[in-house]
């Protein structure tokens, strides 16, 4: 059974450029995680999404990112106009439900803004 | 958001037992308590989560206060591949069920 699976692993992007960061989950997972780690702190929970619908967005900056956890295909996290602030590793995890179900995360996309 | 307090860092020498701290003040009485590790260059691994009763696993043990505001994480042999930074996450049951992750202890193992 694979793992929570993350691509591209590593994303260089120039100032105003897009990112966009891809998350599948575990097979029978339906529910998605975002995290933010900047160099040296912990996770910072972004959002969380089921399937075509999110959740909780709380901790998403109100410009510039958005994410989408469509009926098919893996979940995206997208930042437009990226700036060098963006820097950091995104971390995607999956659960099998809410409540107290483990989440299991992936090995995240490390994202360098030139 | 829900909080918990942990050292900056700790070490153990290779071998022994280690007890990382927890504490968890505002944890009210439905709510979980959550471990995970980071090891270098990786997302976080689950290691244990418990309620009231200390729990076990192949990974660590769970002891939890009577009172429920600290627990600790026990390995019971810390070997090198345990060197990581440890988190402990109070799982709040009243809204969404997301993760705050606090800074983490950094565990350093001595060969």
């Known amino acids: 059974n694979a793992g929570v699976m993350q691509n591209p692993r590593h994303l260089v992007r120039r100032r105003g450029q897009e990112a966009r960061l891809r998350c599948s989950p575990m097979?029978?997972?339906?529910?998605v995680y975002w995290y933010r780690q900047l160099p040296e702190e912990g996770l910072k929970f972004m959002v969380y999404l089921q399937k075509e619908n999110i959740i909780d967005e709380s901790g998403m900056p109100k410009e510039r990112f958005s994410a989408e956890f469509p009926k098919e295909g893996p979940s995206i996290l997208r930042i437009q106009q990226v700036v060098r602030g963006d820097s950091a590793a995104y971390f995607c995890?999956?659960?099998?439900?809410?409540?107290?179900?483990?989440?299991?995360f992936g090995p995240g996309t490390r994202l360098t803004v030139l | 958001d829900a909080k918990t307090t942990q050292p900056n860092s700790m070490e153990s020498n290779e071998e022994e037992p280690v007890h990382l701290p927890c504490n968890h003040s505002?944890?009210?009485?439905?709510?979980?308590i959550h471990w995970y590790r980071q090891l270098p260059s990786q997302g976080p691994e689950y290691v244990i989560h418990?309620?009231?009763s200390n729990v076990n696993n192949r990974m660590a043990s769970l002891a939890i206060a009577e009172d429920r505001k600290s627990s600790t994480l026990i390995l019971h042999r810390a070997t090198l591949r345990d060197a990581a930074v440890y988190y402990c996450i109070h799982l709040t049951t009243s809204g969404t069920y997301k993760y705050i992750f606090g800074t983490g202890t950094r565990l350093k193992v001595l060969a």
């Open positions: 418990g309620l009231t």
């Open positions: 995890a999956s659960s099998r439900g809410q409540g107290n179900n483990e989440q299991f």
């Open positions: 505002t944890i009210s009485g439905t709510d979980y």
């Open positions: 097979k029978g997972h339906s529910h």
